[in-house]
């Protein structure tokens, strides 16, 4: 008796195997913020769809093309194309509607391919899926490539302005692409689909409508455009914050505030610049190094960035906020009036600090002037949303890491540990100071000694 070899899996079908291994490592490092995360998703990228090409030509050229490889193949290129344009929605990169077309295509033709199999027959990839594929890796690699360029601090180059540039006529190209051939899929295919569609409609028997009762047509809803929150700043400030220069935002809050006072009540919000009581006389003189006053304000409202907020401290002492002079451009003079700023009943003395994580969006927001804008407030709603813009952070993750902490360390003489551990406190719930902070700390080294 002889023993039958078990079979084994020739090298095209290996090599997609491999790129299912990789595309996991890729989400896994998209999925974390950790220095240089997108580069290393660069590089499993790139080799992943090296793979795709190499071993289509090795299954060609060595005849080694098995059913397996035909299921193997699409499914590979499916899970690294969609989780890596997931993870670059989540980055706010990739248009949302976009990929959920390219999802559902992708569904559709899956759904084909599950009916031929119960017909035992196998559906081979087109030609103009291969188009397709490389179209979307294109617009990926181009995306990725921007978002690199950012961990490098090499955003404001001219080869990331390019690539920013070339990603939307990419994502479109890449969306015809995707259409067309599931399309063109379809249509080869389409006796596979009228055949299920009969084999459906004989096992059914035909009902007589029943006669419905008419309703009223509905009413036409008129569409409400989004609402975003939006944080009033000095132009020259909001031109500081996004290129970077700084990373603190220090408020007291205006007259129409109300009788709470200021409050840091969004965690995410459009950095909005405003010359409202902009005083140039009022900033340091490097400022005016970095951004150059624009001669007359004009009609229409540009919004290039939003901020997200990693930390709200509110600075009760004078000392607190002294130690903050080089992480700023204002003036000591404004800030002692914002300091000392009482115009309500029980309003005390001190500053509320927000270290904020900016981002830049690839095409900025145009808004027209309008009343709900105007006043002496620190927040405003804008009828523009940030879920569809492609953004990148004006400041890589490391860099910006060190900065926030060594600010913590000014304001609380504590660890920045202290503070990531109380991030609930500090954002979620109450606002601690400098203080309080530490009363917090010598309450639990008391604890831990009894």
Not at 71 to 78: M, N, S, T
Not at 85 to 92: F, M, Y
Not at 258 to 273: E, N, Y
Request: glycine share 6%; charged share 20%.
């Amino acid at each position: 008796m002889t023993l039958r070899r078990a079979p084994t899996l020739n090298l095209p079908n290996q090599l997609t195997v491999l790129r299912l291994g990789m595309c996991g490592l890729l989400l896994i490092s998209m999925s974390f913020d950790w220095p240089y995360a997108v580069t290393t998703a660069l590089l499993i990228f790139t080799l992943a769809s090296l793979t795709d090409w190499l071993d289509g030509a090795i299954a060609r050229a060595r005849n080694l093309v098995t059913d397996l490889g035909k299921l193997l193949d699409p499914l590979a290129d499916k899970v690294l194309i969609i989780g890596t344009l997931v993870s670059l929605v989540e980055r706010h990169v990739a248009p949302m509607w976009m990929v959920v077309v390219i999802i559902a295509r992708e569904f559709l033709i899956t759904g084909l391919r599950m009916i031929a199999a119960h017909k035992q027959k196998i559906l081979a990839a087109e030609r103009v899926g291969k188009h397709k594929t490389i179209s979307q890796i294109v617009a990926i690699l181009v995306s990725l490539g921007y978002l690199s360029l950012g961990e490098f601090g090499l955003q404001n180059t001219f080869l990331a302005h390019l690539l920013g540039v070339a990603q939307t006529p990419l994502y479109w190209v890449a969306l015809v692409i995707t259409v067309l051939s599931g399309a063109i899929y379809f249509w080869k295919n389409a006796a596979i689909v009228n055949e299920s569609m009969e084999a459906s409609t004989e096992e059914k028997p035909v009902m007589k409508p029943e006669p419905k009762l008419e309703t009223p047509p509905p009413v036409a809803e008129v569409p409400v455009p989004p609402r975003a929150a939006a944080f009033k700043e000095w132009e020259a400030i909001v031109e500081a914050l996004g290129q970077g220069a700084q990373i603190i935002i220090l408020r007291k809050g205006g007259i129409a505030e109300g009788r709470a006072g200021f409050q840091a009540s969004h965690p995410k919000f459009w950095l909005f610049p405003t010359r409202y009581h902009q005083q140039w006389e009022k900033t340091k003189p490097e400022l005016r190094h970095l951004v150059r006053p624009a001669p007359e304000a004009g009609k229409e409202i540009t919004l290039h960035y939003f901020a997200e907020v990693t930390d709200a401290v509110y600075l009760s002492s004078w000392e607190e906020v002294a130690r903050l002079d080089d992480a700023h451009f204002w003036g000591e003079e404004v800030l002692r009036e914002r300091f000392g700023y009482r115009d309500r009943p029980g309003m005390e003395a001190g500053l509320h600090l927000l270290i904020v994580r900016v981002s830049r969006i690839n095409l900025p927001h145009k808004l027209q002037p309008s009343p709900e804008y105007e006043g002496c407030k620190s927040w405003i709603e804008v009828p523009v949303d940030w879920s569809q813009d492609i953004a990148a952070p004006v400041v890589h993750s490391e860099e910006f890491a060190t900065r926030r902490s060594r600010i913590l360390a000014a304001v609380a003489k504590v660890n920045p540990s202290d503070f990531a551990a109380r991030r609930e406190a500090t954002w979620g719930g109450r606002v601690f100071n400098a203080a309080q902070v530490k009363a917090m700390r010598e309450a639990e080294r008391e604890g831990g000694e009894g």
